[in-house]
């Protein structure tokens, strides 16, 4: 499936992603078609919105606005994956 990312997504998954599943990243990466374009297969797609999931409950649904912008960034990279 072709999904976009804009580019505070990508930068988002690039410093947290990496930092916590390195070789999802690395799918991610090799997906790349063009700036912002992914290529993904089913089961990535998957398992990165399950891991935006779990973080999304790490952060929290209450708290300063650094949390809400996150928690959104979050919302916003899930949404791209399946709609």
Do not use: C
Request: hydrophobic residues 40%; proline residues 1%.
């Amino acid at each position: 499936m072709k999904i976009h990312l804009k580019k505070y997504q990508f930068e988002y998954l690039e410093k947290h992603l990496s930092e916590e599943a390195p070789g999802l990243f690395m799918k991610l990466l090799s997906s790349q078609i063009n700036s912002g374009v992914f290529d993904l297969e089913d089961d990535i797609a998957d398992s990165i919105s399950d891991w935006a999931g779990e973080k999304m409950q790490r952060v929290g649904f209450e708290g300063d606005d650094d949390l809400i912008q996150e928690r959104d960034t979050l919302y916003a990279i899930i949404d791209n994956l399946y709609f």
